[in-house]
């Protein structure tokens, strides 16, 4: 590969069909179904070219992420994927690159990925923040439950909205949690291989709705199968109780309920017997991309005052790099730019470090000790104060 590498958004069906080709390579996936893909998400399609051939690409997603109950804003990537004969020469790192210095202009806060590599997104300035994890309940041992309440069929259109005001309302709390775009939503209602989808609603008094859950069946005319959860939610225990007992009255024909959720999941804590096994199905990185976006479009503790003195180094955007005074009081904060040397008090990190400590996936501590952070004990217990919060999670994958 001896062109020069380009960036841009696809130009025509040729294009985008070439880098169909590649994400069907790259991920063992049918052709005509990453062409499909592609053309849904066409706006959000991003390639690589050595001159005029496309030699790779990915897909962006606009959607929120929530942290310290508020949404930031957060493109998601997906389908990273290059042509076999241009890997390793660099394509892949300048796709990253020019995506990114896209977004900073256009004053996105951070970006997320499920990566395939640590090194390759680790050197475009993204770090662990968070894990997916999965539960997966024995229904066998679970014998009959007995809940209140009256579950129905879940109608995508007629109840998307009530879904979607329950999922916010929960997600909210839960830091690293999607704000979903629609593409999610049709990602929870729809198997991407043309699978049944199955879909409950509990309704609640008012009209709203308490609880719900959507899933498919295991391999297709097996039995015993597994309920595969693409998405559940409820709004307190008698809801949980009452989606555990249509798992329970699935027992005969169906081995497991896999979900995803929070380590503190409520399905969990519904759960009347020992045996749920609970595991990280994968784990998912953060890149902030713009600081002053990152810091002011998040929440804090509103009882939370804070001064944060970071000195930033960032490789790929320079525009990140430098001194920065975060001032955080009543859940908002300040974001100034610094032009004197660092002090004492100065937290210095790159952006990989920043983006493990923002999600409260690693405290400032903690990247101490592994000699990611430097900082004085007060800085770094102020920077553990200001981002201390449960383990972050991810339900959905993308």
């Known amino acids: 590969m001896t062109h020069r590498l380009s960036f841009g958004t696809v130009r025509n069906d040729a294009e985008l069909e070439a880098q169909a080709h590649n994400e069907a390579l790259a991920f063992n996936t049918p052709y005509d179904s990453c062409v499909s893909w592609l053309r849904t998400t066409r706006d959000h399609v991003r390639v690589v070219r050595a001159g005029r051939d496309v030699v790779g690409g990915l897909v962006q997603y606009d959607m929120g992420l929530f942290l310290g109950g508020r949404s930031v804003r957060n493109f998601g990537i997906a389908g990273v994927a290059i042509t076999p004969t241009a890997r390793g020469r660099g394509a892949a790192r300048s796709l990253m690159a020019a995506t990114l210095s896209e ?83 049709q990602r929870v209602h729809n198997h991407p291989a043309g699978r049944d989808v199955h879909g409950y609603v509990l309704p609640a008094d008012d009209g709203a709705v308490d609880g719900y859950v959507v899933y498919t069946l295991g391999a297709v005319g097996r039995y015993p199968y597994d309920l595969k959860v693409r998405d559940v939610q409820v709004a307190h225990p008698d809801a949980a109780r009452r989606i555990l007992a249509l ?47 990152a810091f002011t479009e ?69 990247l101490a000790g592994m000699k990611a952070v430097r900082g004085s004990a007060a800085a770094l217990e102020q920077a553990d104060r200001v981002f201390a919060a449960e383990p972050p999670s991810m339900p959905d994958y993308f």
């Not at 798992?247 to 959720?261: E, K, N, Q, V």
């Not at 804590?269 to 713009?290: D, H, Y």
């Not at 730019?337 to 400032?364: E, F, K, N």
Request: net charge neutral.
């Open 298 to 366: 998040r929440g804090y503790p509103a009882a939370a005052s804070a001064r944060l003195d970071l000195d930033l180094t960032d490789d790929i955007l320079p525009g990140n790099a430098g001194r920065w005074l975060i001032e955080i009081d009543g859940g908002e904060a300040t974001v100034n730019r610094v032009d004197q040397d660092p002090g004492p008090d100065t937290l210095r990190m790159d952006i990989r470090a920043l983006g493990s400590l923002y999600t409260g996936h690693l405290s400032a501590r903690r």
């Open 103 to 185: 977004l900073h202009d256009a004053g996105v806060a951070v970006s997320t990925l499920y990566p395939t590599t640590f090194t390759l997104y680790g050197r475009a300035g993204y770090a662990v923040a968070g894990h997916r994890y999965q539960y997966r309940l024995p229904l066998a041992g679970l014998g009959r439950i007995r809940a209140s309440g009256e579950l129905r069929r879940l109608d995508p259109e007629t109840d998307a909205g009530g879904l979607a005001r329950l999922y916010r309302r929960l997600a909210a709390s839960r830091p690293g949690w999607l704000d979903r775009n629609e593409h999610i939503w």
């Open 247 to 293: 798992f329970s009255d699935c027992r005969t024909l169906a081995r497991h309920a896999i979900w995803y959720g929070p380590l503190d999941d409520p399905l969990l804590l519904a759960v009347p017997e020992v045996g749920t096994e609970i595991s990280i199905a994968e784990t998912w990185m953060l890149r902030i991309v713009s600081v002053g976006a």
